[in-house]
């Protein structure tokens, strides 16, 4: 499983999450008298955090082509195409942003919850793997800011800063969607360890 998922395959994922994740509540402590295990409502809450996620899928698939094109129109040194596609750049990521911060709260609300220990850990990976996420836009939104606000091809030296400084946020975007992945990665293998444990 990746970053992100399809909406219907989420919502039905997110059911057998919080079925396996509550299943294994033997981990969590609760009982008779002690904290009333929470994990299946825990659960429902994220499945409506994936909402938000989904809206941020979309950015990022919009995102993924404009940044193709921006990179055609700085090889043509094409003022007009690189300071259109930059602006459309940081509005997609502006509005984003929102999502990704609403998709946060309802995890860490979720995260205050008395939720079993397998769960408290696959949701301190996927809030890291969302974060991360968020900090890779900011990357490449200063980066389409300054080509948005400064790029002038006619300026040599202008024109060559804010080409490097696009460049070099471009791969620190890169190396963050990266460590996101492999944040959400370690989140799926921990729910799928869940579901091996429950069969045995």
Not at 33 to 50: H, M, R, S
Not at 99 to 126: H, T, V, W
Not at 161 to 174: A, G, H, I, L, P
Request: one cysteine or more; glycine letters at 4%; proline letters at 1%.
């Amino acid at each position: 499983m990746g970053l992100f998922h399809g909406t219907r395959t989420t919502a039905l994922w997110f059911a057998i999450l919080a079925m396996t994740f509550a299943a294994s509540c033997k981990s969590s402590g609760g009982g008779l008298l002690g904290p009333v295990d929470e994990t299946a409502e825990a659960a429902k809450l994220i499945e409506a955090a994936n909402q938000d996620l989904h809206k941020i899928r979309v950015l990022y698939k919009a995102n993924e082509g404009k940044r193709q094109e921006l990179k055609a129109a700085l090889e043509a040194n094409n003022e007009v195409e690189v300071k259109r596609i930059s602006a459309d750049v940081v509005q997609l990521i502006n509005e984003g942003t929102n999502d990704g911060n609403s998709a946060l709260d309802k995890i860490r609300e979720a995260q205050d919850m008395q939720i079993n220990s397998d769960f408290a850990e696959y949701l301190r990976l996927k809030e890291e793997a969302i974060k991360k996420q968020l900090e890779a836009f900011e990357q490449y939104r200063q980066a389409a800011r300054s080509l948005r606000d400064n790029y002038d091809p006619k300026n040599a030296q202008s024109r060559e800063t804010v080409k490097t400084d696009f460049e070099q946020r471009s791969e620190r975007y890169r190396e963050l969607m990266e460590k996101a992945r492999d944040h959400s990665s370690e989140a799926n293998e921990l729910y799928k360890e869940s579901v091996r444990r429950q069969k045995n």
